[in-house]
DNA sequence: TCGAATTAGTCAGGGCACTGAGTATTTCGG
DNA sequence: CCGAAATACTCAGTGCCCTGACTAATTCGA
């Protein structure tokens, strides 16, 4: 009686589009080697020898999932993690020559993945996508850090 | 060097686009309940005495998640859970009293949620958003069922 | 009618995601 | 120089999400 359509829930979309990724990803790309894992070994080949704080910041995670997803790719031995010598709290992260191989095949992949993804819509639509995507995700999160102190 | 730019992976810009959500949802909506959660009380709520399988389907859930979800909210004393005397198989849910009223207020609390999480787009570019999203989502779930063999 | 599918649900196992509390290390102010 | 604050990370706890293997009940066909 009073319930409500979930269609017109974006927040419903935006699970359901997630899930469609996921699954797309997983036939598609790696059934091994997750989307996450991904993000972090990408930032890693582009910057190696960061810390775990500022990965997890570059791809979105918070320091517990960050340090879960690194476990998982050291164990595989896709990455290295060495304490700083500098600074003794922090760990270093480098990919390994097989992380970065890894990185390297799943790049392909991962490019014919998005195409398939995307299909469905035209360039233009494409781009549409990103951009009001992009800024729902921008706005949301900036509420997040309550925007630096009007004063001072 | 050989580094993405995770910008332009629509995946990556999914996961975002959910903890996003999940951010405002907890803050705008509810600690307890979860969006998932409120979105198998809402099927509910719609039509009471659905079984499990009926409901995931519904919400868009495995059988396994929607079996999690199930026992949280029943724990909560949110809806009941009966065997089917016609079938066996089947478990029948309803929602309690207190289901009903949780669910009335946190209707009142999501729409609102809605507008600050849309707020960002106009009201063409809303439109415009549910369009595009459920259309990748739509394709991509399509995929999964390989469609209806062609030839009988 | 009776045995082979089919169907609903459970269970174990792996992974993502967040919070709050706790530990170790560094930094900074007095 | 030394103690308080800040910082990086770990750990425990909760919840979502999926697969594959299993159990119980029903249905369907020979």
């Given at each position: 009686?009073?319930a409500?359509?979930?269609?017109t829930?974006?927040?419903?979309?935006?699970?359901?589009?997630?899930?469609?990724?996921?699954?797309?990803?997983?036939?598609?790309v790696s059934?091994?080697?997750?989307?996450?894992?991904?993000?972090?070994?990408?930032?890693?080949?582009?910057?190696p020898?960061?810390?775990?704080?500022?990965?997890?910041?570059?791809?979105?995670l918070?320091?517990?999932?960050?340090?879960?997803?690194?476990?998982?790719?050291?164990?595989?031995?896709?990455?290295?993690?060495?304490r700083?010598?500098?600074?003794g709290?922090?760990?270093?992260?480098?990919?390994?020559?097989?992380?970065?191989?890894?990185?390297?095949?799943?790049?392909?992949?991962?490019a014919?993945?998005?195409?398939?993804?995307?299909?469905?819509l035209?360039?233009?639509?494409?781009?549409?996508?990103?951009?009001l995507?992009?800024?729902?995700?921008d706005?949301?999160?900036?509420?997040?850090?309550p925007?630096?102190p009007?004063?001072?």
């Amino acid at each position: 009686m009073a319930a409500v359509d979930l269609a017109t829930h974006p927040g419903h979309l935006a699970r359901r589009l997630q899930q469609a990724h996921w699954l797309l990803w997983n036939t598609m790309v790696s059934e091994e080697i997750t989307s996450p894992q991904f993000a972090v070994l990408n930032a890693l080949v582009a910057q190696p020898g960061l810390d775990q704080r500022t990965v997890g910041e570059r791809v979105g995670l918070d320091r517990s999932t960050i340090a879960e997803v690194i476990t998982r790719l050291s164990r595989r031995g896709l990455l290295d993690k060495v304490r700083d010598p500098q600074d003794g709290r922090r760990s270093l992260l480098r990919p390994t020559e097989e992380g970065t191989r890894v990185h390297r095949k799943l790049t392909v992949r991962t490019a014919r993945m998005n195409q398939v993804f995307l299909a469905p819509l035209s360039a233009e639509e494409q781009g549409l996508f990103f951009d009001l995507v992009q800024r729902v995700a921008d706005a949301a999160e900036g509420l997040r850090n309550p925007a630096e102190p009007a004063a001072r």
